[in-house]
């Protein structure tokens, strides 16, 4: 499951052009909270694994488990992208996740 909330947060972090080195230094620090075995390390890995796909905000949130605690993934979500100054363009990306997200 973390991979896809890494990606799904990876797709609204990059709508302002740039996943800033803040906005990663912030998934590093709270992905423990989904997984605390997880290697934080992983991170930067499975950004660059997003930026070879080519998928849009719904099949990111398609890819989360049906069982997922969504608002805490929204609000990592929302987190990371604040982390530099939530950008107009990463908080419609962040509302369109969350309004699909709502009618799974």
């Given at each position: 499951m973390v991979p896809e909330i890494i990606k799904l947060t990876a797709c609204i972090c990059?709508?302002?052009g740039i996943i800033s080195s803040e906005e990663v230094e912030?998934?590093?620090k709270e992905i423990h909270k989904f997984d605390p075995n997880f290697d934080s390390e992983e991170v930067d890995d499975l950004i660059e694994e997003f930026f070879n796909e080519k998928k849009d905000i719904s099949i990111y949130c398609e890819l989360l488990p049906?069982?997922?605690?969504?608002?805490?993934?929204?609000e990592?979500?929302?987190?990371?992208?604040s982390a530099d100054g939530l950008?107009?363009?990463?908080?419609?990306?962040?509302?369109?996740?969350?309004?699909?997200l709502s009618k799974v």
């Open positions: 990059s709508q302002d912030y998934m590093k049906k069982d997922s605690d969504t608002k805490s993934i929204l990592f979500c929302f987190e990371s992208a950008d107009p363009r990463e908080n419609m990306a962040y509302i369109k996740a969350k309004e699909y």
